[in-house]
């Protein structure tokens, strides 16, 4: 009797186990939750899918409790500079959160900035796979570039995607619905593939020691820049000293010129005669160079005139600018973009308002605009990241930036002439 009780108490300890068991099964977020397409100035940059433990249509169970999930980034556009892929994160997370929260998290973001070390290209593979206990695994391609601990950090990553402030509305709304699923999408995800090539470059983002090998190549510039100064005061020493040595060769000169003076006259007085006959053609010579010369500065001077060139110069500029990373940036260089942004931000959208016709039609949407700024604040270039499929909302955010005017200057820890930057306008009609 004593046995069977003994055997019987461990029936509760079994069952305990089993659903521990059951438990760590779901720890890994396996079931895909939706896929999503994000489009940028009329550009699709990339699809995502939301794996989730199990199916949700609300964020809160994402974002208010320690659960696993997965983000996944498959990249189609041809080229996202890791400046802007970063940005992109920065700017929402801003927007949807208070200076602290964001603030509590800059040492996390400065890791996740420093993981990737250039730019994406169609057919990369994106990973942020969260596991409670473990954190949040980042891989691209395959190849692991890290793990961040903080599960509070990967929740702000979620929230840019499903958020009360989300990147997109539409991305968010189709990332939160199970039910609905786009098979076509699903299987345009899976069929983006990186190339073996590529998976090599990113290998080579985990072994970049190049930090001591930059300071081995000043120290000899540095020799050959002091050694060059002591050389040159010998020079100008030893050069007033020739100069008495050369006032001395004149003698010899005169004694050599002595001896052939009458040959050397007889022939003098030929050229000269011949000189005297060959005036004439010198004269058109000398006045046909001067017509040449005089044409060329008319056509350099006609092409400044066009301004269209100039102005198309610069965006492409900017834009290839933009392919610079920030790896180099730590949590206070980011944070000092943080607080900007915030305030470029903020001058903007008080500029927002909404049209008339969209309360007359019940209607509402969403535009996100682009800018480039130069350091003083003065609008450079400004566009439609993503528009509206209503005009006047389009319209309306054009008129905000004419609004808004010159923005705050740019501070002097941000380097560079220009800063870009976008911003979502919501055109939420009052409840």
């Not at 940036?329 to 308002?353: E, P, T």
Request: with cysteine.
């Amino acid at each position: 009797m004593n046995v069977l009780k003994l055997r019987g108490s461990y029936i509760p300890f079994i069952l305990v186990a089993l659903s521990i068991l059951g438990a760590s099964a779901s720890t890994n977020a396996n079931q895909v939750n939706g896929v999503a397409a994000y489009h940028a100035l009329s550009v699709e940059q990339f699809l995502t899918v939301l794996y989730t433990s199990s199916p949700t249509i609300e964020a809160a169970p994402l974002l208010e409790k320690d659960t696993p999930a997965r983000m996944e980034i498959r990249v189609t556009t041809k080229r996202l500079s890791q400046r802007r892929f970063v940005t992109m994160w920065l700017e929402s997370m801003t927007v949807s959160n208070t200076s602290d929260v964001v603030e509590a998290q800059l040492e996390s973001l400065a890791q996740f900035n420093k993981m990737f070390k250039g730019r994406f290209i169609d057919g990369d593979r994106i990973v942020f796979d969260y596991r409670p206990g473990r954190g949040m695994e980042v891989s691209v391609n395959g190849v692991a570039l890290g793990v961040i601990k903080s599960g509070d950090f990967f929740r702000l990553l979620l929230a840019c995607w499903v958020g009360e402030v989300p990147i997109s509305s539409n991305l968010k709304a189709s990332l939160l619905s199970p039910a609905a699923i786009d098979k076509d999408l699903l299987a345009r995800f899976n069929a983006v593939t990186p190339s073996a090539d590529r998976r090599e470059e990113i290998v080579a983002w985990t072994k970049v020691p190049a930090k001591p090998e930059p300071v081995e190549q000043v120290q000899p510039k540095a020799e050959v820049v002091k050694a060059a100064p002591v050389k040159a005061p010998v020079q100008t020493t030893a050069a007033p000293k020739k100069a008495p040595a050369a006032v001395e060769q004149p003698k010899p000169a005169e004694k050599v010129a002595e001896k052939p003076v009458a040959t050397q006259t007889v022939e003098v007085v030929k050229q000269e005669e011949k000189k005297q006959l060959e005036p004439k053609q010198v004269e058109p010579k000398a006045v046909e160079p001067p017509k040449q010369v005089a044409e060329p500065p008319k056509q350099v001077v006609a092409a400044p005139k066009v301004v269209a060139p100039v102005a198309i110069a610069e965006t492409v500029v900017e834009l290839e600018s933009d392919d610079e990373t920030m790896e180099g940036l730590d949590a206070g260089g980011l944070l000092v973009r943080q607080k900007y942004y915030d305030q470029l931000s903020k001058h903007l959208i008080q500029q927002q308002s909404i049209p008339r016709q969209a309360f007359q039609r019940r209607l509402e949407d969403e535009v996100r605009v682009y800018l480039t700024i130069d350091r003083s604040g003065t609008v450079m270039a400004a566009e439609l990241e993503t528009e509206s499929k209503y005009k006047m909302f389009n319209q309306q955010a054009l008129e905000a930036i004419e609004k808004a005017g010159v923005f705050p200057s740019m501070p002097e820890e941000i380097s560079g002439d220009t800063f870009s930057f976008s911003v979502l306008l919501n055109y939420r009609l009052p409840i």
